[in-house]
């Protein structure tokens, strides 16, 4: 072995170690042993380099993808992530490595990596879910999950890949239809009960007066005469309250001029005279100023949960909460009726329930719904101020 062999092949290991694969030794025209080596040292230099492109290329796609991409391993820990997580929730890489997925999701306690889990073990080819990432100053995120599971040659579960898209701007853009849909619906509910207190109202009011003036003139005449006016006495008079009380349930003014508080105490008031249910109201902390659409949404809310509890629940007693935080105003509406399965009533036809979902994430509110049969309703709609 001359020395100049033995320079070529540590130069070779040296080039390799820097990653110059591309780098190739000498091979003299003896091809001896030493000649037998270098060629063997060659080939591992165009492996090397044959791999390293391969590698490079996955990872300049995997990095320039929008979407994050994570990988985690059989028990949700986070192996790799690419460049989008960083910029999107703004982490260090090395922060995520080895921490569970379930740190970054918002599911309200739940764990989002079983559910990924239970549905990928289900025979499930992929599972897609729209969920909230936390970003590291605590923002959430809506993305949209796609998960699958990653098996080596053997079929062995190696982990799973998890792809979020950041889908916040839609979130916005469904967000301002709804408010737009909502908004609509209310304008055009004012100018129905504004058109039908001024036109039909005051046409009533105006009959009454009449029959009464009428039956001033009659009152030596005929039994049967005075009979026929007290009968379109009480039609009218029933005619005048039913008015009242559409135009109230359009849209009532102690909304519109005194308030969520007074419009929720109102319609307790209200029902508790008209029917056996026992209504409750109650507000605790301190109401600030909410924006009046808001206001609208939560009365909504309570007309239509209310409008159940009477009409499918047959409930004895409905109780309904406001609470105020610095950041949040939660409304709670509760009766004590039968009950229902929500999987099923959700299939059913009725707009009411779904109505009630839409109007609350319009306004970034989060609904909970509970029921069971035998177990009476429960309703909260937490709605954060600044939406
Ligand atoms: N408070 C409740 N108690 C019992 N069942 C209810 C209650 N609220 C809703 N439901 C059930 O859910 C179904 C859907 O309600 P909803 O969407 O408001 O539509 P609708 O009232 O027009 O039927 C109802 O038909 C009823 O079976
Ligand atoms: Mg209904």
Redesign the pocket.
Known sequence: MTDVQIKEIQNLLVAYGAGEYHKQGKISAQRDEIDMIISGINLLGEELLATTVSRDYFSGIYNSVADMVFVVSPRGMIQDVNNAVGSVLDFEKTTLIEQSINTITEQGGRSFFNEVKKNLAAGKQSFTKEIRFTASDKRLIPVSCSCSKIIDQNSKLKGYLIVAEDISERKETEKRILRTIVDTQEKEQKRVAADLHDSLGQELSTVKLLLSAINEGMLSSDDKYKEAYETCKSILDSSIINLRSICFDLMPASLENGGIHMALEELVDRLSKQSLIKFSYKCSGSLPILEKSLEIVIYRIAQ??I???I???H?GKVKIALTCSTTHISFSIK?N????D?A???A?????????SSRAKAFNGSMKLN?KPGK??QLLVTFPYNV
Do not use: C, P, Y
């Open positions: 239509e949960f409008n159940n509890s009409k499918h629940a409930a009766d009726g039968i009950g229902f929500i099923n009533a959700r059913s036809a009725g707009r009411g329930l779904s109505t009630m029921s009476g309703t």
